[in-house]
């Protein structure tokens, strides 16, 4: 009689999950059942899940029977994932967050869903953001009271991070990351034009990978195309990359995608190798300790670089300190007005163009100007609480076909690759920059980069509180996490899985933190005894806890001012 140790959700990997699906262990049906009892526990804390798929169980049954039948299609088969509320799906809404898209339906699922479900993962559910992307209201870290704040959303409520009751999730991607930091799925898919996926993995101590914009295919999600790209996020770099050769890929809905310079994409997993920083030269551009969106590198990081720097030194790595930016100092004057241009010129085009693609449209939302005439009218929207800053410029913007648009695009570009990222990589002979996260993204968006961030470090004991400029979240706390940032060419995420892989496996510092809130049901929570088939399992109760209904389709937020919506 074979004894079975079955895998602990909170920290538990795809090979795994794989292992016990293909010895039969466990079902899809039982994993899919166990994540919505963990969703169940803990999202009306956090906030991190919108809506779960009403079809995920009966989805798992028939991936169960398939993989009885033919075998399993590859190593996501049967593995819930959840996805960003801000890609669209047919069989749940896509709202980005407000409630002028809610009760909207689209003709088909985007690309990177369509990718995801021909794998044979099971698209769990939407993750809660910020909403519209951070696009609409004012910078969400300034002083003014009338901003909105990392993670909110009408339609999803307040994300909060899970190392404080009050934690900054950051964002947009917050409940992507959230969700994925607590075990609610294996992995989550976001998306990002500035930081959207690798800050707020850094604030939830989980994996993110940012993409060159082109290596996913973007239809049907909402953000501007220039320099927007959808990426994932995972526990780990050899998950996170699983993911990611999942979803990447030519695709005939986003003509960006014909910029990948190589025929196939590989398996990015084969990439992960603990040996990968030997020999490898890499650059710490410290003149861009400071960015745009004022964001400073302190003192807690600086002491984790210097231990970074010696951790990848004695693994063989070539580390080029200081391997500067060569024009960041024109990038951090000049670009921030220009970056404006192109990126509310892109998001005003994107967003039309959704909307113009939509079967059903309840509340006729058809231009940005409509969009803000609801928001402002709509009182779950929480105007003018929460300002319309970001709409109000986008409403503004130029036609995203203007030639000064994309002479404004082609000119941040060439100062953020060709006077930054680029040139510090040809100076130095570079194969990767390494920066705190926190301060990693921009130049990276503007140069369509690549970005990987891996767990780092946690603030430690005594550190100051430090809120957000609505004075609602806590941006740093004792025991906020942060994380470290691999930067690279453009379709150079090979070598970025590779050494932050590598890294990761030095340093495991994802191990080190403590959740304030953590779900504790695990698949044996969920399992009978009588579909073991000659399995004895360690600790099984002896009496099954069952997540009611097989069928749910739930909206995960319920607050006072949210149960009914006036429009």
């Known amino acids: ?77 049967g593995v819930p994932v959840l996805i960003k509320d801000s890609i669209a799906t047919t069989d749940m809404e896509n709202t980005s967050g407000s409630y002028a898209l809610s009760g909207a339906t689209i003709d088909r699922d985007a690309s990177v869903v369509q990718r995801l479900r021909a794998a044979g993962a099971i698209v769990l559910g939407t993750t809660n953001l910020s909403q519209w992307g951070n696009a609409r209201s004012s910078d969400a870290n300034n002083s003014y009271k009338s901003q909105s704040s990392n993670g909110w959303s009408a339609t999803g409520g307040q994300t909060y991070g899970v190392y404080h009751v009050k934690q900054d999730p950051s964002g947009s991607s917050s409940g992507s990351a959230v969700a994925t930091s607590l075990g609610l799925a294996l992995a989550a898919v976001g998306n990002e034009t500035d930081g959207s996926i690798i800050c707020p993995a850094g604030r939830s101590a989980v994996v993110g990978i940012k993409p060159t914009p082109g290596l996913t295919p973007r239809d049907l999600v909402i953000l501007p195309k220039r320099i927007g790209t959808v990426g ?15 979803i990447a890929g030519a695709c005939p809905h986003d003509r960006r995608t014909e910029e990948i310079p190589f025929d196939e994409i590989p ?6 190798r603990r040996s990968a920083l030997r020999g490898a030269r890499i650059g710490i551009p410290r003149n861009a300790f400071q960015n745009n969106d004022g964001n400073v590198v302190d003192a807690v990081e600086l002491a984790a670089l210097e231990e970074t720097i010696s951790i990848m030194a004695k693994a063989g790595a070539v580390i080029v300190d200081p391997a500067e930016y060569p024009e960041y100092a024109t990038f951090f004057a000049k670009s921030p007005s220009m970056k404006a241009v192109y990126n509310n010129a892109d998001w005003k085009a994107q967003f039309e163009d959704y909307v113009a693609r939509l079967t059903k449209n309840p509340q006729n939302i058809h231009t940005i100007s ?23 410029h986008i409403e503004k913007a130029l036609s995203a076909d203007d030639p000064s648009v994309e002479a404004a695009f082609e000119q941040v570009r060439q100062w953020a690759m060709e006077g930054c990222i680029q040139g510090a990589v040809q100076r130095h002979q570079l194969d990767a920059l390494i920066l705190p996260s926190g301060v990693s993204t921009t130049v990276a968006a503007a140069a369509c980069c690549p970005v990987i961030n891996v767990p780092w470090g946690y603030y430690p004991k005594g550190t100051p509180l430090v809120w957000n400029g609505r004075g609602n979240l806590l941006l740093r706390h004792e025991n906020t996490p942060f994380g470290l940032s691999f930067i690279g060419l453009p379709f150079t ?13 030095l340093t495991r510092v994802r191990d080190r933190g403590k959740q304030y809130i953590t779900p504790t049901t695990e698949l ?7 579909s073991t088939n000659n399995t004895e399992w360690q600790d099984l109760p002896t009496q099954e806890k069952q997540i009611p209904g097989s069928n749910i389709r739930i909206h995960l937020h319920m607050t006072a001012s949210q149960d009914t919506v006036n429009v």
């Open 1 to 77: 009689m074979q004894i079975v140790s079955l895998p602990q959700l909170s920290h538990t990997t795809l090979s795994e999950l794989q292992d016990g699906l293909q010895s039969g262990a466990f079902t899809s049906e039982d994993l899919v059942r166990t994540y919505l009892k963990r969703i169940e526990e803990v999202n009306d804390r956090v906030h991190a899940v919108v809506e779960v798929n009403s079809s995920a169980v009966e989805t798992a049954r028939a991936l169960d029977e398939e993989r009885r039948l033919h075998g399993h299609r590859g190593p996501w088969h």
């Open 232 to 246: 994932v996020m995972a526990q780990t770099v050899e998950d996170a990359a699983a993911l990611l050769t999942v």
């Open 267 to 272: 398996d990015y997993r084969s990439f992960c």
């Open 370 to 392: 409509d969009l803000v005439e609801f928001t402002k009218t709509c009182p779950a929207e929480e105007y003018p609480s929460r300002n319309i800053d970001g709409l109000l």
């Open 493 to 505: 995420e090979h070598k970025l899985i590779a050494y932050s892989y590598a890294f990761e496996q």
């Open 524 to 530: 044996d929570d969920v399992l009978d005894s009588s």
